[in-house]
């Protein structure tokens, strides 16, 4: 008696592909026409096929497919059984709440703001793209979804965001951010400092600042600011990034306590490596070469993965919960 293959399939995650016999070999074929470490197929583990493929762009039409009737001997698989996690819709959750979600064309924000309209919220949708932004709220059809394109450091976009809100804010994500190029200290430039810090910190005050006083008023609210795995050990990025993210923490610390009695609850969560094709351009050699010092074996985890972490203390069922900072890492801080 031999014992039977279990078929793989696009949503089969990286890990499964290379405990498959004829999936390890596909794998590793493409990691080396790809240039992709071994490491970095380690790190992707838990992220599936079709998921890992796409983040770097548009894919040949049918190519997800050929490789699926490659591994399985010529056959499109059926009933394939996962292991990997699957975000799962609690209906009503944001029912009658408006809530602003940053950053809500891609990535992180995208899955927060999705995941809070399909758990019916009425989501202002805030990102620097219009088109992209369109296409997201052309991809929830059923959903109501407000965008606006605007830039979260100009006082007339946070006046438009506050607008479109209307007269009750239930929840703000601040979840838009920059990266920085990996620079230490000795080297960061004052435009890198500038641009990260506008963004990471003073964007994320005015506009947290102008929400507020509907949440005062209301006498109810939460916050939830994006810091990172950066807030919480220094061998993640660079200076301007790392202050910056420490800054939120200070700043999700300080209002948590200043509107504790007006029953608004802000707090924190602090992601690791998350697959969102966010990526830093030019980079410090100096710096990339001591962060590369640093070896984490935590997965990537999906945006989604984020957002639920994120929607959690959004909402109502983070109610015993204020000035938290919550990793949301798959363990990476422990490293």
């Known amino acids: 008696m031999t014992d039977q293959i279990t078929p793989i399939d696009a949503e089969s995650t990286i890990g499964e592909w290379m405990r498959h016999p004829a999936g390890v070999r596909i794998i590793a074929g493409m990691a080396a026409q790809g240039g992709i470490s071994d490491s970095a197929l380690r790190l992707a583990r838990n992220v599936p096929l079709s998921r890992f493929l796409s983040a770097g762009g548009p894919l040949p039409d049918g190519m997800i497919d050929h490789l699926v009737s490659q591994a399985n001997g010529g056959e499109a698989p059926d009933d394939v059984a996962h292991t990997s996690w699957t975000e799962v819709v609690t209906r009503g959750r944001f029912d009658g709440q408006t809530v602003i979600v940053t950053g809500a064309a891609s990535g992180i924000g995208r899955a927060v703001a999705s995941r809070i309209a399909r758990e019916g919220g009425r989501v202002v949708a805030v990102d620097l793209s219009e088109d992209r932004l369109a296409e997201f709220a052309a991809s929830i059809p059923e959903a109501e979804i407000v965008p606006v394109a605007g830039d979260i450091t100009s006082d007339e976009s946070i006046r438009r965001i506050v607008d479109a809100a209307g007269a009750r804010i239930d929840g ?6 920059l990266l920085d190029d990996f620079s230490p200290i000795h080297e960061v430039s004052d435009e890198t400092l500038e641009r990260v810090f506008n963004v990471n910190v003073f964007g994320l005050i005015k506009l ?22 950066a807030a919480l050990r220094g061998s993640s990025a660079g200076l301007a990034y790392t202050a910056s993210k420490n800054a939120v923490v200070g700043i999700t610390k300080n209002t948590a306590y200043m509107y504790e009695r007006y029953n608004i ?10 697959l969102t094709g966010m990526r830093p351009g030019a980079v410090s050699a100096f710096g990339q070469a001591r962060l590369d010092e640093h070896i984490a074996d935590a997965p990537l985890a999906l945006p989604e993965a984020l957002a639920a972490s994120i929607t959690f203390l959004l909402s109502r069922d983070g109610i015993n919960i204020n000035g938290a900072v919550l990793p949301s890492d798959g363990g990476e801080s422990v490293y």
């Not at 703000?172 to 951010?177: F, M, R």
């Not at 507020?212 to 109810?220: A, G, T």
């Open 172 to 177: 703000l994500a601040n979840v838009a951010g």
């Open 265 to 274: 609850r802000i707090n924190a969560v602090a992601p690791g490596g998350t």
């Open 208 to 229: 947290t600042r102008a929400v507020v006083p509907f949440m005062i008023d209301q006498k109810q609210g939460s916050i939830v600011n994006i810091a990172s795995e």
